[in-house]
């Protein structure tokens, strides 16, 4: 091997040798993203503690997550029902609740956070943490649309801090954005980019700008579909056919945006129209307020651009 070839081949070893192979993993937020988050790493053998603050909100938690895992193991053990109930035995004893947070901590190396999308609330729990978390614990966030630089500069471990953007529903959707703020070191974006990995999930490293990739490219995507409807130019039944058969896209806007929730959308494009209120493909749209001003959500309400049983 020549004299180069074999630097490059110890350099690569040596920063493998120091990245970070999660084993314990503490979820902070058992909703939707949580609850998944933690039933991927309890289900590929990682030691999981998931956090909420009651103990109501954690056995329902816990109840969505064995409901899922029935449902994900009845296709995969068809022909051996025995096998699936073993599996899910397995999966449910790597994973423990707790409504402390600051006493669970102290063992894990990686914290994940997916609580509310308020980031005074995220900024007070990553600083609490960050004084009870060894030394070596990355701390990410799952947010879909608040700055992972602000949360990181809460702690004193901003080299030590990216962002993990999962998909809903977590357990299905493949991709991960691995989100990487100017502190985050190197060691800590590819240890992110092992974990995700180790989820069965296929990793993007990005920056930390807002929407990552996907939503940066899918918002003003919806938001456009909105505009060409408001100005008559077709009908929305027709846009989503369009978009289907046109475009290849498993579903029309009007379906996603009824799918992800009117207020998610809304709630994303006023807080970028406020950062950039020259952006044309950052305006608001009346259509949008007025249905979400009449609790006209999408799927989760019964009714949206369409009515749902
Ligand atoms: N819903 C999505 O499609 C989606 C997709 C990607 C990312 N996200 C992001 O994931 C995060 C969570 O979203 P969600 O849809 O799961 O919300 P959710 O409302 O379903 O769950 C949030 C959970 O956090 C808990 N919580 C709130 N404050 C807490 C605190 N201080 N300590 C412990 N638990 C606390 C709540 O009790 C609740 O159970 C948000 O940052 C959101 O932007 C959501």
Redesign the pocket.
Known sequence: MAFATRQLVRAASTAAAKKLVVKQVTV?????????IAQVAAATGHTVIL????DE?LNK?KKGIEESLKKLTKKKFADKPEEGAQYIEKVLKNLTTS?D?VSVVHSTDLVV??????IA??N??FKTLDKFAPEHTIFA??????PITDMANATTRQDRFGGL????PVPLMKLVEVVKAPMTSQKTLESLMDFSRALGKTPIACKDTPGFVVNRLLVPYLMEALRLFERGDASKEDIDVAMKLGAGYPMGPFELLDY??LD?TKYIIDGWHSLESDNPLFAPSQMLNKLVEEKKLGRKTGEGFYKHK
């Open positions: 902070i937020g058992g909703g939707l993203m949580g609850a998944g956090v909420d603050q009651t909100i938690s409504t947070p956070e997916a609580i509310v999308e308020n609330v995220k007070e729990l966030s799952n947010t879909s649309s608040l953007h999962f998909f809903n992800v929730g998610t």
